[in-house]
């Protein structure tokens, strides 16, 4: 079946280590996203990717960063500069286009102490 | 920016009641509205989506409307069943790359 992996599925980290979190997809789609959904708050663009080796911030990429080397694979460290890095992360994929479906792993629970 | 206002924050229903749930959009050249389902620890789910041309969409038992002058679009759940239970966020963008999420419905159907 074609999907998005994301691992792990719960991550925990000191204050002041960096984290990176996995995101695999063989969907074949060129785009790829990260968002960040923290408690009654909609889903918040991180970074996103049309392209490989192309990237591009999105509206709170601060503290966030990512890779794409790969189509199938679109990894995104959070640095200890990120303040408040506890949260849930979710990475999608999507052909490119205006009315293209975002597709979306089912997420990483990332817990800094 | 765009900047999409959904309510209510959660809607707790009688199972084989109708659920609704109304998203506001600012930017009028906003031209494609999807609707996610996510379940508990789960990613958000397609459930349905209208593009601006259209003035409603209907999947089964859910549908959605779209009225352009008004700027807002509703999703409407018919014959709720308990395993419709989840959140429910609305969206609205102009290509993938700005689309803006609502801040989701907590739908609870009960049996």
């Known amino acids: 079946d074609g999907g998005i992996t994301q691992s792990p599925k719960y991550l925990f980290r000191k204050e002041g280590q960096n984290v990176t979190l996995s995101c695999e997809q063989n969907?074949?789609?060129?785009?790829m996203y990260w968002y960040r959904q923290d408690p009654g708050q909609g889903l918040r663009l991180i970074y996103y990717?049309?392209?490989?080796?192309?990237?591009q911030k999105g509206d709170i990429a601060e503290g966030y960063s990512v890779s794409r080397e790969k189509k199938e694979s679109f990894p995104l460290t959070v640095t200890s500069a990120q303040k408040n890095p506890t949260a849930f992360y979710l990475c999608a994929s999507s052909n490119p286009g205006t009315y293209s479906p975002l597709h979306f792993g089912n997420g990483t629970r990332l817990t800094v102490t | 920016g765009e900047n999409v206002e959904q309510h209510p924050s959660t809607l707790s229903v009688q199972e084989g009641d109708s659920a609704v749930i109304k998203c506001t959009y600012s930017?009028?050249?906003?031209?494609?509205f999807p609707w996610y389902k996510q379940e508990l620890g789960k990613g958000p789910q397609l459930i349905i989506d209208i593009r601006s041309n259209v003035g409603e969409k209907k999947d089964q038992r859910i549908a959605v409307t779209l009225n352009k002058t008004a700027k807002h679009f509703s999703l409407h759940i018919t014959e709720t069943q308990p395993e419709d239970s989840a959140v429910y966020f609305c969206a609205a963008s102009i290509d993938n790359n700005d689309m803006r999420f609502g801040a989701g419905t907590r739908l609870t159907v009960k049996p």
């Open positions: 969907l074949n789609h060129d785009a």
């Open positions: 930017d009028s050249a906003s031209n494609y």
């Open positions: 990717s049309q392209i490989v080796n192309d990237f």
